[in-house]
């Protein structure tokens, strides 16, 4: 009756192993650390020769390293102090990076786990801390989705003035009226043979035609279709932009999501330089097409390292080699649509697929027309700092404004150029209409806050139910702590962000927990009571006790469902520790506390008693009064 299959018990071990291999990483700590990463995707990823490196010059200032190793494409270096961390850090970007105005390495301080290797070869890794428990910087920004609504009309209006311009389509008059493009013919004939064109080019948009004896007008406006997906993909091009340009600050979690329509949540852990942080965000990079020179002149000034021949600039690309590029910028970033990376459909190799605007496009057919066989240098610019992202060979001319770079490249590598691209200039504008700081004491405060309150409310809980319940209380807490033990786990395998509102919902998780032991433990007192034997009275109280949890724990789970879809920020945290804490107390209140249970008492036959607290039977109790009378 009370007695667990040897699976049920296998699972029980298994789950307990599990749960505290992956929840132990969060007690080691943390420690000061600098990170060094490549400050040019795709290239210059942190090796051996980069370790030992870091490894000499930290050695020269009399700097012992607690810890030095790579991980991924970072190195990473653990010091015993936060003064040690600062004075390294300084070291280090001095000996890695000789040239500061062109830096190959980002050296940025962080916090690194102090659990052993053999957990991270695991893959056990700590919790992240969101930044009310770490410190660091908030914004709010506001996407101008007026903006981006009026670039698409920009680009429907230049590509009407390109189209009928080729078509040889005379038009009296273009122009804007408020968010409609109108054009005015004053030729029927005209206004007839810009039909075709004009649908074409408006695609999904509104159009209004009003035909008249003197020629007509048309009437463009953006459809609500049209608008969402503009807005879409403002806010998405915007979101890369921001991931691409955090990357140099070296945070190891910064937080950027949507939040509402047109807003944007950063949320950079562990960064106090407010001012640092506004630098990076608001930064500007763009896109330049030019022709690369290779005359004899060119060459010949390469070769010898001499200066650069007139109306040349000697730049360099992402692997570092020469090239002398014509200082005439051909096409900018603004005439860049899109970027996406794809395979070359004739050899099947990773390639990078832009589309220009209407007038990019233009411009993009007359140049390569004019200049088969010779090369184009994409040229990414950015803190004043130029870069060659790709210069290949133009074959043919290229109308439509459908542009491909290939090359030998690898998928990563596309994928960072297509990013680089993408990424070089916001799609709409953006501004900073919250900004919030917190400082690492702050967060260390809220930390130890946060851990007491959830301390000693275990120990509260664990006192009150090991005084009311005797060994059934103990074995509640047992599975309370089990319940504690699994939702740090789960939150380390998720690598979720805890923060103080999830600590809040972990609080609240305990105290949940315990209601099912509790509604468990009344049921068998009442079975008890009730005259069934002890062995009986367990059995029943579990399973009548289960149809109540689980009602209870599912209405509560769709709240916190609901509030996990719907919120956002500091909701959304407490959402999902309360969420996963609710899937815990019933594996650990329910399935765990009863293996326990049956543990002790299912291998006795006659039972007389269990230790349950004190049970009060009205007939017990109505004797006792007339007696007394």
């Not at 650069?308 to 096409?331: I, T």
């Not at 319940?469 to 962000?497: D, E, H, K, P, R």
């Not at 923060?499 to 068998?524: C, K, W």
């Amino acid at each position: 009756m009370n007695r667990y299959p040897l699976w049920k018990y296998l699972i029980m071990a298994a789950v307990l192993v599990v749960g505290f291999v992956y929840a132990l990483p969060n007690f080691y700590g943390e420690a000061p650390a600098v990170q060094i990463t490549s400050a040019h995707p795709g290239r210059d990823l942190p090796n051996a020769a980069l370790l030992g490196q870091g490894t000499q010059a930290l050695k020269v200032a009399g700097i012992e390293p607690v810890r030095g190793f790579i991980s991924d494409s970072t190195l990473n270096f653990s010091f015993a102090t936060t003064e040690i961390q600062l004075k390294a850090r300084d070291i280090l970007a001095h000996a890695l990076n000789p040239n500061r105005d062109n830096p190959n390495y980002i050296v940025a301080v962080n916090l690194l786990s102090l659990s052993p290797a053999w957990l991270t070869d695991l893959h056990a890794f700590p919790m992240y801390l969101g930044l009310d428990l770490r410190g660091g910087v908030h914004f709010l920004l506001q996407v101008d989705m007026q903006a981006a609504i009026q670039k698409k009309l920009d680009s429907i209006d230049g590509e009407l003035k390109s189209a009928l311009r080729d078509k040889d389509v005379r038009y009296s008059e273009l122009h804007r009226v408020g968010d409609t493009v109108q054009l005015d013919f004053r030729d029927p004939e005209m206004f007839r043979a810009a039909q075709p064109i004009v649908k074409a080019i408006a695609g999904d948009s509104i159009i209004t035609s009003e035909p008249s004896a003197a020629g007509g007008t048309f009437s463009i406006k953006l459809s609500p279709q049209t608008i969402q997906q503009t807005e879409t993909y403002a806010i998405k091009q915007n979101i890369t932009t921001l991931h691409n340009r955090i990357n140099e600050l070296g945070v190891a979690e910064p937080v950027i999501q949507q939040q509402g329509s047109d807003r944007v949540v950063v949320e950079l852990p562990g960064i106090q330089d407010t001012a640092r942080a506004k630098d990076i965000l608001g930064r500007t990079a763009s896109l330049e097409v030019r022709m690369v020179d290779d005359s004899p002149e060119a060459q010949a000034a390469l070769v010898s390292g001499g200066p650069a021949p007139a109306g040349d600039q000697k730049l360099y690309d992402r692997s570092g080699n020469a090239l002398m590029v014509k200082k005439d910028v051909l096409l900018t970033g603004q005439n860049l649509t899109d970027a996406q990376t794809g395979f070359d459909p004739q050899n099947n190799q990773p390639a990078v697929f832009l589309t220009l605007d209407s007038r990019g496009s233009r411009i993009f057919r007359d140049v390569t027309r004019a200049n088969i066989g010779k090369r184009t240098a994409m040229v990414l610019i950015d803190r004043h700092r130029a870069e060659v992202v790709t210069a290949p060979v133009i074959r043919s001319e290229i109308a439509g404004g459908r542009v491909q770079i290939s090359g030998s490249m690898t998928v990563p590598e596309a994928n960072d150029i297509a990013l680089l691209l993408r990424a070089g200039a916001l799609a709409a504008p953006m501004q900073i209409i919250e900004e919030r700081t917190v400082g690492p004491s702050l967060g260390q405060q809220n930390i130890a806050q946060g851990f007491h309150s959830v301390t000693w409310g275990f120990l509260a809980i664990v006192a009150f139910m090991c005084v009311y319940y005797m060994l059934f209380g103990a074995v509640s807490s047992i599975a309370l702590a089990v319940n504690l033990m699994l939702l740090i786990a789960l939150l380390s395998m998720l690598q979720a962000t805890l923060t103080l509102p999830g600590i809040a919902a972990m609080a609240l998780a305990l105290g949940m927990a315990i209601d099912s032991n509790v509604l468990i433990n009344e049921r068998i007192r009442e079975e008890l009571r009730n005259g069934a034997n002890p062995q009986a009275a367990i059995a029943t109280g579990y399973e009548r006790a289960w149809a109540t949890i689980l009602d209870s724990n599912v209405t509560t789970l769709i709240a916190g469902l609901a509030l996990l879809i719907f919120g956002s920020g500091a909701v959304r945290g407490f959402a999902v520790v309360h969420v996963l804490g609710i899937l815990t107390s019933m594996f650990s209140a329910v399935f765990f506390s009863r293996g326990l249970v049956n543990l002790w008492y299912g291998r006795k036959r006659r039972l007389q008693s269990v230790s349950i607290g004190q049970i009060w039977k009205p007939e017990a109790v109505a004797v006792k009064s007339s007696a007394k009378r």
